[in-house]
């Protein structure tokens, strides 16, 4: 067999920083490992009209462990040490799979040989500091001959909808246009891949690698891209409505003019990632990474720092908020007088004493009646309304006209009523405990009503307005 030429060598680090492993009789280190791109040599025998004769045959080997144990990184140390211990450059992972972690090869047939006689022959017997449990080697199976079609011939007027090619290895490869719906590709290593235009419509893209890949103009709505590795790639344009991006490395990315409305970025990392006209409509960015870096609307940069940083007793008076996902934000105390919430979504956040008057929501808005009954009370008054046995805990009242409302067995406690009219208020058997805030002068017309006043000495107090109705 020739040996292959030597191509240019790259140096690696994992995502923890440097790495170091004990494989078989080798020490590799991340920063000297060498992993190498292949090049043609047009005078080696193997090779015709400058392209590598790849072997009609794989290679399979399994260690012990879950996929979540061998990161990118890792994986291109152990194609680094089956490339220099094969003598064949040429060597490539096709995909990797679950079932242990299943590792399949594709190269020449000398190279594929020869890592078997290595794996067989006890020179390497552990990868990953992890026992090798088996080594197959066999003819081309359907789904390797699939992803090495794709990987060398693109895929004209090819339907992949549905596919699965979780795991495969599509590096660089020619995905523009292509029809990919539905598609699993998760665990995948799409890095450098052009999938401009692509329609990967509820793909399953889960903890793909997918770093510096042309996604400009694709359509990725409703894909699930959890925990991808999407740094430095190019999404500008593209569809990513109600796309599932928790945890995901975006940094880097250029999400220009993107369509992410309803997606969820909770736990990204958005550092120094362009996300200049992007539609940001109801997106979950709690917990995201953002620095000052990051190209973001201030209105976004507000909502992520709301709903990650908290907003309790802050001041939003006036601001825009119309369609932020605001959901489980701590809002409590805070000042969003004639604020924008229309369509807004403020589910299960904390509006303790929170100031509505004057916002403005809609029937899109999603909060609990019980603020939005609060929000109507302070901004549309609720004079003469019944509004007995209501839940009014926590709420801030000042200010509203409650004149002629009934109140009576409504929870009060902790509530804020200054300044509010309590005029002819009904406030029989109403909750109302010490942290209550009421003026002193409606607060005995409570005690009145609810505990009695027989023998009381009520010389000179001023109880106009009063309603001391039915009083025994």
């Known amino acids: 067999m020739t040996e292959p030429q030597t191509p240019e060598a790259k140096d690696i680090q994992t995502s923890g920083g440097n790495y170091n492993e004990q494989i078989g009789k080798h020490y590799i280190h991340a920063e000297t490992v060498h992993i190498y ?28 462990g879950s996929f979540d144990e061998v990161d990118h ?38 190279g594929l040989e020869r890592i078997k006689q290595l794996f067989e022959s006890g020179e390497i017997t552990e990868v990953l500091g992890t026992l090798i449990k088996y080594v197959d080697l066999k003819e081309l199976d359907k789904k390797s001959c699939l992803i090495r079609d794709i990987v060398q011939n693109g895929v004209e007027c090819q339907n992949l909808s549905n596919t699965d090619l979780q795991g495969a290895n599509l590096s660089r490869a020619d995905l523009s246009d ?37 996604l400009n103009g694709a359509d990725l709505q409703g894909a699930n891209l959890s925990g991808a590795d999407l740094s430095d790639s190019n999404l500008s344009n593209a569809n990513l409505n109600r796309v599932k991006l928790s945890d995901a490395n975006l940094s880097g990315a250029n999400l220009n003019n993107v369509n992410l409305s309803d997606a969820n970025l909770s736990g990204a990392d958005l550092n120094n990632a362009n996300l200049s006209n992007a539609n940001l409509s109801r997106i979950n960015l709690r917990n995201a990474i953002i620095n000052s870096s990051t190209i973001v609307n201030s209105k976004w940069r507000l909502v992520w720092e709301v709903v990650t940083q908290g907003a309790k007793g802050r001041n939003l008076s006036g601001t825009d908020l119309s369609d932020a996902n605001l959901s489980g934000a701590d809002l409590s105390d805070a000042n969003l007088s004639d604020a924008n919430l229309s369509d807004a979504n403020l589910s299960n956040a904390n509006l303790s004493r929170i100031n509505l008057r004057n916002a403005i929501i809609n029937s899109s808005t999603i909060v609990n009646s019980k603020w939005r009954l609060v929000w109507e009370v302070v901004t549309q008054g609720a004079k003469g309304r019944n509004l007995s046995g209501t839940d009014l805990s926590d709420a801030n009242l000042s200010g509203a006209d409650l004149s002629d409302a009934n109140l009576s067995d409504a929870n009060l406690s902790d509530a804020n009523l200054s300044n509010a009219n309590l005029s002819r208020i009904n406030l029989r058997n109403a909750i109302i405990n010490s942290s209550t805030i009421v003026n002193s002068k409606w607060r005995l017309v409570w005690e009145v009503v609810t505990q009695g006043a027989k023998g009381r000495n009520l010389s000179g107090t001023d109880l106009s307005d009063a309603n001391l109705s039915a009083l025994t």
């Open 37 to 64: 791109e292949t090049t043609c040599n047009p005078s080696d025998p193997s090779k015709n009209n400058g392209k590598v004769t790849a072997s009609q045959k794989q290679l399979a080997f399994a260690i012990a």
């Open 73 to 110: 990184a890792k994986l291109k140390v152990i194609l680094a040490l089956l490339q220099k211990n094969s003598g064949d450059a040429t060597i490539e992972i096709i995909r990797v799979e679950e079932g242990s972690i299943k590792i399949i090869l594709n190269g020449s047939d000398e």
């Open 178 to 214: 292509a029809d990919l719906k539905s598609a699993n590709l998760s665990r995948a290593d799409l890095s450098d891949a052009n999938l401009s235009g692509a329609d990967l419509s509820s793909a399953d893209l889960s903890s793909a690698y997918l770093n510096n890949v042309n």
